[in-house]
């Protein structure tokens, strides 16, 4: 189950600043106008009028008739959008709302910076000459998490502000700064999304003659746009889906250079949190433009910095500044010698001072480096876009994902693969980008990867078959079918079973076949089902198995059936096909099948902007499998693993732990039936499992894992699955037979 996000139960605190006490060239036309838009999409919502704190300083004489624009929405503008009034509204006004606090919604609209400590910070209206009054956004946030305030449990931060970092504004005052009153102590079930309109050291666009932010548009155009009706709840990681793909088609178009970044942070249990960012990293202007003459990202600039940093020939601080010039930090002393072109002349230096073997394979590093960073160079333009979901299709090339690092940059992961070298045409580095030719539809040039055209042809070839679901199916064996006989099984087999096949382009098919006589007669059954699915496909399609079954029928361990024909001898399923299992309760509880959507749908989202968060639950204690489900409910991980054997079904739905995670709509599901000799072991294999590569590949790698783990996996490979994907279930009808049967009328 999801947060509840009863508009009713929602606050907004929405501000907009176009004036400031500075200067009138720090007048920000439309920032005003903005947040009355954002105010009118909340009460489009059926967010109450008393329930929205709108901070306006508009422009001398309103020339976009704002304050009358707030009016018409029946929201009253506080007197002043300056510091201490916003912070007295979050530390005592907000605190004290009688109303119900579930959502908390937070948009903010003006001028922004980074701060000397790389942190972003608004300026408020009143920011002077001598005093920059400013809010911290990180006080803010860690504020909102804070035991201090109560309530609010689903929180959505909207920031449209640059991010330029401070030195570069040539300010000649220092930022004035005060904090939140906080405890340190988190409160748990708080989730946080943030979405930052501008990645660090870059700015926000605002379109003087539109008088209105580009992101702000953006936005807006998703939550309440084109006349539509406002959604609510707004589903984030739709929303910054939308944004980054909207973005990105305004940066191919020169409409703007936004870098938008997103984060997800949820408080557990414990107290900790779990923080996600996508975006910039913290460079200065200066290093920023070095870094993109030289055709490197800041990434790519802090790991070269890194690496002349660990030379032991530079150990002396003497010599590494003879060499790298003045500069506190090493980044910004790279970047220098980046930006007058003498990367070249560096490394002969640096090779001209080693003189143990030491030092001169620590040069030979930073010379490798600076190679492959160039051999990749080519590729961050056309891929600048790529997702994380298709970014961990890196692991699907490397010889061993078990051993391959855990990289979420673009860049790095080029490099990685550029550094393993290899056979041209069976290389990591370009069977990946030929497999991101064709999952993001960007070309790289022919020359780029340097074979002769036949083999290149065969290339892209491969990497297409590779990753075209077209030529798998799926075979779901529902052991339990409306119809078939008893509906208990406490009360025995039923006496038919039913095969659902979905093929490759997404079409089923259905098979019934009758098994009177009990265990054994539905084993058999499931054989001819088996053999029915490859009559279907005769051209031989991979196919991946599931058994819809009650939870009763999980003890039966339908995995480790074993499977015959003529020319098979007997052997589990589970050895030949990638196989898991589907909740059938699920499917017929209307409350947690609808949850099972939601839940399913906010995952496909999630993964396309992160790698899979997978959750461990404990043996419950305190208050029984009900913590499993409020556990799930506040993590809402995409994977929920037991890091306890569930045991056996013991006859009562509501108090069995697989059930009571299913029931807060959780698809997806990992357990063992036996202690492991290493817990810690086990959850690390099947967390990489789950994390590197493709989230819906997870049953086929585990088939990958069975085949090929020695004995230090080997508790691993028993781990059972629910995966419980919305496109690998046929729908209520076909389920009972009832679109079947009207088809066949018509």
Wanted: one cysteine or more.
């Amino acid at each position: 189950m999801t947060v509840r996000m009863d508009p009713a139960a929602t606050h907004g605190v929405v501000i907009g600043i176009e004036r400031y006490d500075v200067a009138d060239t720090w007048g920000l036309p439309g920032a005003a106008r903005d947040a009355v838009r954002v105010t009118g999409w909340l009460r489009a919502a059926g967010v109450p009028a008393e329930q929205v704190a709108l901070f306006l300083d508009v422009l001398p004489g309103d020339p976009d008739g704002t304050l009358a624009a707030a009016s018409g929405l029946g929201v009253t503008p506080r007197a002043s959008a300056r510091r201490d009034d916003i912070m007295a509204y979050f530390t005592d006004e907000l605190r004290q709302q009688r109303a119900a606090r579930d959502t908390l919604v937070v948009y903010w609209s003006g001028h922004g910076v980074l701060d000397d400590q790389r942190r972003r910070t608004l300026f408020t209206s009143d920011a002077g000459p001598n005093d920059r009054r400013n809010i911290r956004v990180e006080d803010l946030l860690d504020y909102l998490i804070d035991r201090e305030v109560s309530g609010f449990h689903q929180q959505i931060v909207l920031v449209d502000a640059c991010a330029n970092f401070v030195e570069s504004r040539n300010y000649r005052t220092h930022l004035t700064q005060t904090t939140f009153p906080v405890s340190g102590v988190r409160r748990a079930g708080v989730r946080q999304f943030v979405i930052y309109s501008a990645a660090q050291g870059t700015a926000a666009a605002n379109r003087r003659t539109a008088r209105a932010g580009a992101f702000t548009d953006t936005l807006l155009g998703w939550l309440h746009g084109d006349g539509q009706p406002a959604r609510w709840p707004p589903d984030m990681p739709a929303l910054s889906a939308f944004v980054g793909r909207h973005v990105r088609q305004l940066a191919d178009s020169g409409q703007t250079q936004l870098s938008p970044v997103y984060l997800s942070r949820t408080v557990d249990w414990s107290g900790s949190a779990d923080e996600r960012e996508f975006g910039g990293l913290p460079v200065t202007g200066s290093a920023l433009h070095a870094a993109a003459g030289a055709t490197r990202t800041p990434s790519q600039l802090r790991r070269l910095a890194a690496a002349l940093a660990g030379c032991t020939a530079l150990a002396d601080p003497a010599r590494q500044a003879r060499l790298l010039g003045p500069a506190d930090d090493p980044q910004e002393a790279v970047a220098a010698v980046l930006a007058r072109g003498g990367m070249t002349t560096l490394l002969a230096s640096l090779d001209e001072l080693c003189t143990t073997e030491e030092q001169r394979l620590d040069a030979a590093k930073v010379r490798r480096l600076w190679q492959v960073q160039g051999r990749v160079a080519p590729l961050l333009a056309p891929f600048a876009a790529v997702t994380a979901g298709q970014l961990r299709h890196y692991y699907d090339v490397v010889p061993d994902r078990r051993l391959a690092p855990s990289h979420h940059d673009l860049d790095q992961v080029l490099e990685y693969l550029a550094d393993l070298g290899g056979a041209a045409a069976d290389a990591p580095l370009p069977r990946f980008v030929a497999r991101l030719e064709q999952l993001t539809g960007r070309r790289v040039p022919d020359e780029w990867f340097e074979l002769p055209v036949p083999a290149l042809h065969a290339l892209r070839d491969r990497e297409r078959a590779a990753i075209d679901r077209s030529g798998r199916s799926h075979l779901v064996i529902d052991l339990q079918p409306p119809g078939s006989g008893s509906t208990d099984p406490q009360a025995g087999w039923p006496a038919a079973i039913v095969g659902h096949l979905r093929t490759g382009d997404g079409a089923w098919t259905r098979e019934t076949v009758a098994c009177p006589g009990g265990l054994t007669a539905v084993q058999q059954a499931v054989n001819r089902l088996i053999n029915w699915a490859y009559e279907q496909q005769p051209d031989g399609t991979d196919m991946t198995l599931g058994f819809l079954a009650p939870r009763a029928r999980f003890d039966d361990v339908p995995e480790s059936w074993a499977f015959s024909d003529s020319l098979t001898a007997s052997v589990p399923i589970r050895e030949e096909y990638p196989v898991m299992l589907h909740f059938r309760e699920r499917l017929e509880a209307s409350r947690a099948c609808a949850y099972w959507r939601r839940r399913a749908t906010a995952i496909a989202e999630e993964i396309t902007h992160a790698a899979p968060k997978v959750s461990w639950l404990e043996p419950p204690r305190g208050g029984g499998v009900r913590r499993i489900s409020t556990s799930v409910e506040a993590e809402r991980p995409a994977c929920v693993g037991f890091r306890f054997a569930p045991g056996p079904f013991r006859g009562d739905l509501r108090n069995d732990p697989l059930v009571a995670a299913v029931n807060a709509g959780a698809p997806y599901l990992m357990w063992l039936d036996a202690e492991p000799g290493d817990w810690d072991e086990v959850t690390s294999v099947l967390a990489a499992l789950v994390q590197r590569g493709d989230f819906d590949d997870v049953p086929l790698r585990l088939k990958e894992l069975r085949d090929t783990a020695g004995d230090t996996a080997a508790d691993a490979t028993t781990v059972r699955l629910v995966w419980d994907n919305q496109d690998w279930l046929p729908d209520a009808g076909r389920l009972t037979g009832l679109a079947v049967r009207e088809a066949a009328q018509r």
